[in-house]
């Protein structure tokens, strides 16, 4: 699988500082839950200052990028937990680069992957309300397998710039809907350009009226939209399917969201994304409905 993987550290590195604080032993970084889990990487930078005895006094974030995951508190904790030697006061600054481990291609071998082929029609992707409300375009670079049929099959980001709006799910949702040419199966890479004019059109309010999406043939798990869940809050997406003759969802669309803002329509689409289903060709509802844990 080329799911990205939990992470590790991968650079922790003083600043520059007027006095010398000794390290002697840093800390293991803990990667913020939030964050592992929905595969988030970030940088933070803290300091603070090292008295006399070699404790860690006065920790505060100066760096955070992005905010709300937990990055800047998973670095304070770092430093807080790290040793220092006797007798050098002064303050010590350090910045911690979070990165996925190489369960994801590298850089290098992503790039020599070759192009995904043309799809048999265009891909339309539509941008995430809040990079729409904030007028956030984005590129997303991702590997993805086809299988011989003509379908996505598996989905891993490479890179999203900005990365902080939900762009890759928007790109996965897209690249499950689209069709290309079968016979050739095979690990590929691809780039999404999506603008945040790209709006997806509105879905009639009727289409809660349609019939009810049975259950996949092999049941998904359906992940919580992480702005959602780092503010704690539920919610629920009705999502207009559509099946082709083969079982499989060719389009869908959020025909409503409760609360908006909160990607909770866009993480409907993404769990049945890849789904089969034993339906007749057509139009569903599907409603997901979000509920944080006890």
Do not use: W
């Amino acid at each position: 699988m080329l799911r990205l993987l939990a992470a590790l550290l991968i650079a922790s590195a003083p600043l520059a500082m007027a006095d010398t604080p000794q390290l002697i032993k840093g800390a293991e970084p803990i990667y913020p839950k939030v964050a592992e889990r929905y595969e988030i990487q970030g940088l933070a930078g803290v300091e603070a200052t090292i008295g006399a005895d070699g404790t860690v006094q006065d920790v505060s974030i100066v760096l955070e990028d992005p905010a709300g995951y937990g990055f800047g508190e998973a670095a304070a904790d770092t430093l807080r937990r790290s040793k220092f030697a006797d007798g050098h006061p002064g303050v010590f600054r350090q910045a911690i680069n979070f990165r996925c481990k190489s369960g994801q291609l590298p850089l290098p071998e992503f790039l020599k992957l070759p192009p995904l082929p043309a799809p048999l029609a265009p891909i339309r992707a539509f941008a995430p309300g809040r990079a729409v409300a904030a007028g956030v375009d984005a590129a997303v670079f991702a590997a993805v397998r086809i299988d011989a049929e003509g379908r996505l099959v598996e989905f891993s980001e490479a890179n999203v710039i900005p990365g902080t709006f939900s762009f890759g799910q928007a790109a996965h949702v897209a690249l499950a809907a689209a069709r290309f040419p079968k016979g050739v199966p095979g690990l590929y890479r691809t780039e999404l350009r999506i603008a945040h004019t790209d709006v997806a059109p509105p879905e009639p309010p009727s289409a809660e009226d349609l019939p009810k999406l049975p259950n996949p043939l092999e049941k998904g798990q359906i992940g919580y939209p992480l702005f959602a869940l780092i503010r704690e809050i539920e919610g629920e997406a009705a999502i207009r399917v559509t099946i082709d003759a083969e079982g499989r969802v060719a389009g869908s669309g959020i025909v409503r969201e409760d609360p908006t803002g909160y990607d909770f329509g866009l993480a409907g689409q993404i769990a049945i994304a890849e789904a089969r289903f034993d339906a007749a060709p057509g139009d569903y509802v599907f409603v997901a409905k979000f509920r944080l844990p006890k």
